[in-house]
Structure formats: C-alpha cells, structure tokens
C-alpha cells in the first residue's frame, strides 16, 4: 500500500518538474509545479464527444488503460514492503498487465476508422514490441543475480558493494529511464508537441478523445512515469527503514523528472526510420548487464 501512495503523491508532481526543468533550461519562466495536473483536472470536468463510427470500445479503452497501469502498479514493492500483489515471477505479470493497457488503446485507435490512427497505433505498438525484451533481460538478470523472482525479493536484496555492480546499477537505470521514454511516446522517440500527423505516434492515436477521457489518458501517462521511476528508486532502496527509504524515493522522481526535461530539452527527435535501431539497442545495454551479472556471480564460462 505504501508504494501506491507514493507513486501517487509523485505522480502529481512529476510532469510539472519535467516542464519546469524544460522552460529554465530554454530560459523562460514557464508555468506552475501543479499546471499539468490542472489541465488533467479540467479536461476531467468536460463531457467526451464520439463519433459515430466508434463502438464501446473505444469507449472503454481509456478507463481500462488508466486501470492497467493501477494494477500493475499494486505489484511494485517499496524496498522490503512487498507490493499489494506480490508473487513469483510477478514481473511477467506486471509487464502483461502493461501490455494488456496498450492493446486497448491500440484498438481504440483502430475503431475509430481513421488512417492516421490506425498509423499511430501501428508505431506504437511496434516500439512497445522491440523495448520488451530489453525489461525481461533486464529483470531476468537482478532474479540471476538475486536467486529470487518476485520484485520484492528482487529489489530488497539487491546490494552495491564493488565497482562493477555500481556499474550494473547505472546501466539498470539507463535502461529503464529510456524504456519509461519509449512507453510514454516522449522525446527522443516521439515530440508530444508536434502537430503533423505523420510524425506522430501516440498524440495521433488519441485525436478523437476527448474531454474526460482524454484526461484519463494524459494523467495515465504520469502514473506511468511515476511508476517507472519507482523501479528506478527501488534499485537503490534495498533495506533501508521507511525513515531514509521514503525521502530516497521522492528524490529519485524528482532527479528522473529532471533528467526527463533534460533530454527533451536538448535532444532532437529521432528520425522515424531509425526509432526500432535505437529502441533494439537497449536490449544490446541490457544484455550487458546480463552479461556483468554473470561475471559478479561466476557464472560466466
């Protein structure tokens, strides 16, 4: 339960410090730490318009992906404190789960009968495909390293105590920094900003949301970065007392929600064409872990 509170409270800040860090880096004021979530709120108060041509399920995507990402988030632990659902192997769930949100929305696309949604979709889920491996390599190699499964077992027991494993730990936020970027369509996999619908991957798959579910899914994607960041978090959290443990976490999204400006303050959007090349290599990164995890371990012949 504690987990979820916290990725909670995170997720309403967190967009707010990534346009915050944007706007002084590009040296304008920029707005308030709690604009994005008064956006959220105001689309939240508005009424969502369908087309003819959409059925229930584009309906329903939106609530079911805001639900996906809330399941999935129940299986995050907090350093010892297991998750609300915690089992062996839960990870593989938690990814599913992940993925079970992003068909929905796939589909939703799909339904509204549009080319450029139905483009947009395609992209999408095309890059969700080429990062998986990458989490399960990823995640597959801390249950190597750790002779445990769950992500509770996993994250309580990890420990930094040589050079190579601090290594390892740079490397494992890498990885899931840049997979946050891909599964939330940011910069420099995709310019949420850009109005040119054949450039566009997930801004184009939800043009006919709107209203309070287009709310739902925007505020969707800070759980999901808040959520990502308390991955990243629990690879330094380990044992620590909640004391210690809790301001840990919150400085971690906060350093995750800057490095987030950062990069799209000064990095260029990929070209389109080599997006699944960059994507594809942060399992080549992962599998380097895998590979220093079998050197810490004596595993490797």
Same mark, same amino acid.
């Given at each position: 339960m504690i987990s979820l509170i916290l990725i909670l409270l995170a997720s309403l800040f967190f967009m707010g410090i990534v346009v915050r860090t944007k706007s002084i880096t590009s040296g304008r004021k920029g707005p308030g730490l709690l604009q994005p979530l008064k956006d959220v &709120?105001?689309?939240l108060k508005k009424g969502s318009i369908y087309s003819k041509t959409t059925s229930f399920i584009f309906r329903i995507a939106p609530t079911t992906y805001l639900a996906s990402v809330l399941m999935a988030i129940l299986m995050i632990p907090h350093g010892n404190t297991p998750g609300i659902i915690s089992f062996e192997n839960d =990870?593989? /769930?938690f990814a *599913? #789960? &992940?993925s079970f949100g992003k068909f929905m929305t796939i589909v939703a696309a799909l339904d509204t009968g549009s080319s450029f949604e139905g483009m947009g979709a395609s992209r999408e889920g095309l890059y969700s495909m080429l990062v998986e491996p990458a989490f399960f390599i990823l995640m597959g190699s801390f249950a190597l390293f750790t002779g445990h499964t769950s992500f509770q077992s996993i994250f309580s027991l990890l420990h930094f105590g040589s050079n190579i494993s601090y290594m390892l730990g740079a490397m494992a936020t890498f990885v899931f920094v840049l997979i946050a970027m891909v599964e939330n369509s940011r910069m420099p996999f995709d310019d949420p900003e850009t109005h040119l619908e054949l450039t566009m991957v997930h801004e184009v798959m939800i043009l006919d949301n709107s209203g309070f579910d287009l709310g739902l899914i925007t505020y969707t994607t800070y759980l999901k970065f808040s959520m990502y960041g308390a991955l990243i978090a629990n690879l330094f959290i380990g044992r620590l007392p909640l004391q210690y443990s809790i301001p840990l976490f919150f !400085?971690?999204?906060f350093l995750f929600a !800057?490095? !987030?400006g950062l990069i799209e303050s000064f990095r260029a959007r990929f070209? /389109?064409?080599h997006n699944p090349q *960059? #994507? =594809?290599i942060l399992s080549s990164v992962a599998m &380097? &872990?895998?590979f220093g995890i079998l050197l810490l371990t004596g595993k490797f012949i």
């Open positions: &709120l105001r689309l =990870f593989v /769930m *599913y #789960i &992940l !400085v971690t999204q !800057v490095a !987030v070209r /389109m064409g *960059y #994507i =594809f &380097l &872990l895998f």
